[in-house]
């Protein structure tokens, strides 16, 4: 029995440990990447929104792009119809018809078998992009009006080919606002672990990649078949030695909107739990011992109720801090209630995610299904 408890408080101390030595790094070592004023000289920029089925949201996105302060002249949208069965064709042709720097494009055929969906209608708008740089985010998204500057300035002033923003779920209720926090806390590790020179992933709502980078990978055809196709980008820049950054901020922080049910949820953390099989032996290990934090503190329950409480209470003000800290970066406010609650929906979702990933069925998103 002493045996088995000193194991499980190790495992217990060694996710603790993480937590801290995360928030540590989010205090110490958070970097700013742009420093310029608004009125530096602006490059051009091609802002591309791939949308199937978004007939709800779009309206609200291509609103909040008419509302970007960057250069008209210096800017073109490309949105693409990705085999819609709802209204997305005729708002996206509306809005296209009122600007000269907007374009349509109507995704009809599958360019190669090796892209998913998505990756081939981000593809197809890319060989139509003059920018200098490719601005990407979703068409159920919503980008505050100095987003492109933001992500611009970090591009030019760290001098990096790839930059990934921060986004945020929209807290309308509880079941969203706890979706919010867990975004808070895995885009939190990921500045982290990117502010002190590893990338492990971008984000495709919210991300900047030069021109020069996209064509010397290759693009988006050049990727393996994948359901995280923005991962796949990343790892390919990395290859590459093209320089990769992390921003956050409160002008570059994008709205998006939460999973609405159970199974949508579970599917689109299956969906992400691919691309985390595609890390580093050592990150999965870390992240598989984060999964192993509750069954470890039931077992030391069933030992040392006392020790258990104690070391459990440590991990949630640990975890929290580092949350609340890395929301107010970008000037957002996470309540306490919120903070304390999320713990039990962390450890419900992370288990039936496992489930769930395991699960004999096919990976569903945006009405297509993937192996």
């Known amino acids: 029995m002493l045996i088995i408890l000193i194991i499980v408080c190790s495992l217990t101390f060694i996710v603790?440990?993480?937590?801290?030595l995360l928030y540590l790094g989010l205090v110490f070592n958070f970097k700013n990447h742009n420093s310029s004023e608004h009125n530096f000289e602006h490059p051009k920029i091609s802002v591309l929104i791939a949308?199937?089925?978004?007939?709800k949201f779009l309206p609200h996105c291509l609103q909040s792009l008419e509302n970007l302060k960057y250069d008209i002249d210096k800017i073109e949208f490309i949105l693409a119809n990705d085999e819609s069965i709802d209204e997305t064709e005729s708002i996206i042709k509306a809005w296209v018809s009122r600007a000269n720097n907007?374009?349509?494009l109507n995704i009809t055929t599958q360019t190669t078998k090796t892209m998913n969906g998505k990756a081939n209608a981000l593809h197809q708008m890319a060989t139509l992009a003059q920018g200098e740089y490719f601005l990407f985010t979703d068409a159920d998204c919503?980008?505050?009006a100095y987003w492109a500057n933001d992500m611009v300035a970090s591009a030019v002033n760290s001098k990096s080919d790839l930059v990934t923003?921060?986004?945020?779920?929209k807290p309308t209720d509880w079941y969203a606002s706890m979706q919010a926090i867990d975004w808070w806390l895995t885009l939190g590790m990921v500045k982290v672990a990117s502010d002190?020179?590893?990338?492990l992933t971008s984000m495709g709502n919210n991300m900047l990649i030069s021109r020069n980078a996209y064509r010397a990978i290759g693009g988006f055809a050049s990727l393996p078949l994948t359901v995280t196709e923005d991962f796949e980008i990343a790892k390919a820049v990395k290859q590459l030695k093209f320089k990769a950054v992390h921003q956050v901020s409160s002008e570059n922080l994008i709205f998006t909107h939460a999973q609405e049910t159970l199974v949508e949820l579970l599917a689109q953390r299956k969906r992400w739990l691919k691309g985390v099989m595609g890390l580093p032996f050592y990150w999965k290990i870390m992240l598989g011992l984060q999964a192993m934090f509750f069954p470890f503190i039931l077992i030391?329950?069933?030992?040392n109720p006392g020790l258990a409480a104690a070391l459990w209470m440590a991990k949630i003000l640990t975890q929290s801090l580092f949350i609340k800290d890395f929301a107010r970066s970008t000037g957002t406010i996470v309540l306490p209630y919120f903070l304390i609650t999320f713990e039990l929906y962390y450890i419900f979702v992370s288990w039936s995610t496992i489930l769930y990933y395991f699960w004999p069925a096919k990976v569903k998103w945006k009405g297509r299904q993937y192996e």
Do not use: C, H, M, W
């Not at 603790?16 to 801290?20: E, S, V, Y």
């Not at 923003?165 to 779920?169: A, Q």
């Not at 002190?196 to 990338?199: E, F, I, K, L, T």
């Open 51 to 55: 949308a199937r089925n978004e007939a």
């Open 102 to 104: 907007r374009r349509y």
């Open 165 to 169: 923003g921060i986004t945020k779920v």
């Open 196 to 199: 002190a020179g590893v990338v």
């Open 16 to 20: 603790i440990l993480q937590d801290f």
């Open 142 to 144: 919503e980008v505050p």
């Open 300 to 303: 030391l329950f069933s030992i």
